[in-house]
């Protein structure tokens, strides 16, 4: 008989804190020439092993792996990075179920691992609730819709999901998402169904009335279940992306493990030669950012031009582009098609605007997610993603590719690396108290309005202050006042309404900027990531706002440096109903919050190595970043759910 690894919530607990320490004390004994671990077969970061993380941070999902016959495992919640994970060989078919305390069970079907990741990296890529009803259909979702089967079970096991939360008093709305710990009592309570529901019964909507007698899906409408499905399928997708710089190092982005990322680079003819002066490189960077409503957007830059004789290799190439052009400004504004989460793949455009009369919009017109973290842009980086020894024409439609007409006759095309980092969590309504997850006289503080003060390191340059809005989903924009100045757009009004054009109830025009990254419960603190992308910000357009990524700028090791941004919400949440508290805003070390904008920093390098520079340039150059601070906005006060 197969060793049922069942946690109590303390328990559970107890262990989540054990591996955020790095105890190995959290693993159950293993059997004999056995490395199990209760929440996997084999354990995180050794060969061959994936970790997984559930779209819903739910502790206690029962599953097994092919290759250990002996035992089953639950994933845990890891209180450290916001989610529910579990492990299993690379290799590895996995099989995924609900168990009772004696014999009865909810089969909810079984997938390859490889479905979701084929190598093992730092980041561990997301199982998704569509993942699972995959498993169950044996169809790939094709369209984001109840009419569509594997889309119509997953909102079935959402149902399951969301009435167990309701029951546990976990969550006060029916469309909330919170942590969901899968107790001793609710798997005695599942032993008193007559009989164990198979997947069939899961795709054929047979399973509600089985399970009645222990749990009524009912409360759960197919409009919220739908609503919590693509809700999740958001947060899955939400992230920062960028291609590495392939000149210099980029920390945070790249694993070890897989090297030979050339990031995005191309030129005006078909095959693009280090060695022939006649052609027109182009070589950039940027960085874009999905928020939680799905939208993506962002800022970089691009360098273009003829590269001297005499360099044998692209990098070479790009150093020599970087030393001899000025860059120009890349802006890609708000988009709500990105990568499919359907399929992970680039199917439908995405442009990114160039700051040159003469030039188009940069277009990636393919690619696919593979491991829920890169696309490969080039064959050999492909292969060492995918484990493959050949590739397909049907593979090559799976490259990052992009496109850029230029002028009247240059069509520059080339590759796209490009990396997934820094996924986004729930949002635990013990910190992120907001208008949509708290009970009726409970306090919340969100949407929470503040006003944002850009400081530079040049301090010729004035400062700008910036309202902006946290808002009840957890994303953030722009909360300008009428009537702003190019250094004065602070909040105006805590009451304004703003509509799907993000116009406000006063006519003015507002601007997606970042989103919540993930709440930190013993903190109390959030997390917060921002891209300012659009002339409207002024002096801090392209700023870079808590992506906790370095990159370097030049051979001499400058580098362009942007840490965490944590909002410290302790005063806040003790305030009386009313009241306004206060907020602290820091990084991860607790030291004052830096930004910087990567184009003006590579302007200040051309200015460095070249003559020609403009008073613009000059002017623009002393943009590259400093300091930001965080306050309340004078109009703001907490408020009770009425």
């Given at each position: 008989m197969k060793n049922k690894y069942l946690l109590t919530i303390a328990l559970s607990t107890l262990m989540s804190g054990l591996t955020a320490c790095g105890g190995e004390s959290a693993n159950i004994i293993p059997e004999k020439n056995n490395n199990s671990t209760v929440n996997g077969s084999c354990t995180a970061g050794t060969t061959n092993c994936i970790q997984f993380a559930l779209d819903y941070?739910?502790?206690?999902?029962?599953?097994?792996?092919?290759?250990?016959?002996?035992?089953?495992?639950?994933?845990?919640?890891?209180?450290?990075?916001?989610?529910?994970?579990?492990?299993?060989?690379?290799?590895?078919?996995?099989?995924?179920?609900?168990?009772?305390?004696?014999?009865?069970?909810?089969?909810?079907?079984?997938?390859?691992?490889?479905?979701?990741?084929?190598?093992?990296?730092?980041?561990?890529p997301r199982l998704t609730v569509l993942d699972i009803a995959r498993g169950m259909t044996n169809r790939d979702a094709t369209v984001l819709d109840s009419s569509d089967a594997t889309v119509k079970t997953a909102m079935n096991l959402v149902k399951i999901i969301q009435a167990l939360a309701l029951q546990q008093k976990s969550i006060n709305t029916k469309?909330?998402?919170?942590?969901?710990?899968?107790?001793?009592?609710?798997?005695?309570?599942?032993?008193?169904?007559?009989?164990?529901?198979?997947?069939?019964?899961?795709?054929?909507?047979?399973?509600?009335?089985?399970?009645?007698?222990?749990?009524?899906?009912?409360?759960?409408?197919?409009?919220?279940?739908?609503?919590?499905?693509?809700?999740?399928?958001?947060?899955?997708?939400?992230?920062?992306?960028?291609?590495?710089f392939s000149l210099f190092s980029t920390t945070g982005s790249v694993v070890s493990s897989l090297t030979g990322s050339d990031g995005l680079t191309g030129c005006n003819k078909d095959v693009c030669a280090a060695n022939d002066t006649t052609t027109k490189h182009l070589f950039g960077h940027f960085m874009l950012l999905t928020d939680r409503q799905g939208y993506t957007f962002?800022?970089?830059?691009?360098?273009?031009?003829?590269?001297?004789?005499?360099?044998?290799?692209?990098?070479?190439?790009?150093?020599?582009?970087?030393?001899?052009?000025?860059?120009?400004?890349?802006?890609?504004?708000?988009?709500?098609?990105w990568i499919n989460p359907l399929n992970k793949r680039i199917d439908q455009n995405?442009?990114?605007?160039?700051?040159?009369?003469?030039?188009?919009?940069?277009?990636?017109?393919?690619?696919?997610?593979?491991?829920?973290?890169?696309?490969?842009?080039?064959?050999?980086?492909?292969?060492?993603?995918?484990?493959?020894?050949?590739?397909?024409?049907?593979?090559?439609?799976?490259?990052?590719?992009?496109?850029?007409?230029?002028?009247?006759?240059?069509?520059?095309k080339g590759s796209l690396d490009l990396f997934k980092v820094y996924p986004i969590t729930y949002l635990d309504k013990q910190v992120f108290k907001s208008s949509n997850n708290v009970s009726a006289g409970e306090n919340y503080i969100f949407p929470l309005y503040a006003d944002l003060t850009f400081k530079f390191t040049d301090s010729s340059v004035p400062s700008l202050k910036l309202g902006i809005v946290i808002d009840e989903?957890?994303?953030?924009?722009?909360?300008?006042?009428?009537?702003?100045?190019?250094?004065?757009?602070?909040?105006?009004s805590c009451n304004t309404t703003v509509g799907s054009n993000l116009k406000d109830s006063n006519g003015v025009q507002q601007y997606r900027l970042g989103t919540t990254s993930r709440a930190f419960i013993d903190d109390r603190a959030i997390s917060i990531r921002m891209i300012l992308g659009d002339e409207a910000l002024k002096s801090v357009n392209g700023a870079l706002v808590g992506v906790n990524s370095t990159i370097q700028i030049s051979a001499t090791g400058e580098k362009i440096v942007v840490g965490g941004a944590l909002v410290h919400l302790q005063n806040l949440l003790n305030a009386s109903t009313g009241g306004t508290g206060r907020i602290t805003f820091t990084d991860s070390a607790g030291s004052a919050v830096k930004w910087a904008n990567s184009y003006a920093s590579f302007q200040k390098v051309y200015n460095a190595n070249n003559t020609d520079e403009t008073t613009d340039d000059t002017a623009l150059a002393k943009l590259s970043g400093g300091t930001l601070e965080m306050s309340l906005a004078p109009c703001y006060s907490v408020k009770a759910k009425s």
């Open positions: 941070p739910f502790d206690g999902l029962n599953f097994s792996c092919s290759s250990d016959t002996q035992n089953t495992f639950v994933t845990l919640m890891d209180l450290k990075n916001g989610v529910a994970t579990g492990t299993c060989n690379y290799s590895d078919k996995v099989n995924v179920f609900l168990l009772g305390k004696a014999d009865k069970r909810i089969a909810l079907g079984s997938f390859p691992i490889s479905n979701i990741a084929l190598v093992s990296t730092d980041q561990i469309t909330d998402i919170q942590a969901l710990y899968m107790n001793d009592s609710i798997r005695e309570s599942l032993d008193k169904i007559t009989s164990s529901v198979t997947a069939q019964q899961m795709v054929n909507g047979e399973y509600a009335a089985i399970i009645k007698p222990w749990l009524d899906v009912s409360v759960i409408s197919d409009a919220d279940a739908f609503a919590v499905v693509s809700q999740l399928l958001n947060i899955s997708n939400a992230a920062v992306y960028q291609p590495e962002g800022s970089g830059l691009q360098w273009r031009g003829l590269a001297k004789s005499g360099l044998t290799s692209i990098a070479g190439v790009n150093a020599e582009l970087l030393r001899s052009y000025k860059p120009t400004r890349m802006t890609a504004l708000p988009q709500n098609h995405y442009y990114i605007g160039v700051d040159d009369v003469n030039s188009e919009d940069l277009i990636i017109n393919q690619g696919k997610l593979y491991n829920d973290y890169m696309i490969a842009g080039k064959e050999k980086f492909y292969k060492l993603l995918t484990q493959k020894t050949t590739v397909t024409a049907e593979d090559l439609k799976d490259l990052g590719q992009w496109q850029q007409r230029y002028g009247i006759s240059d069509t520059f989903k957890g994303d953030i924009r722009t909360n300008m006042k009428p009537a702003a100045t190019d250094t004065d757009m602070s909040t105006g």
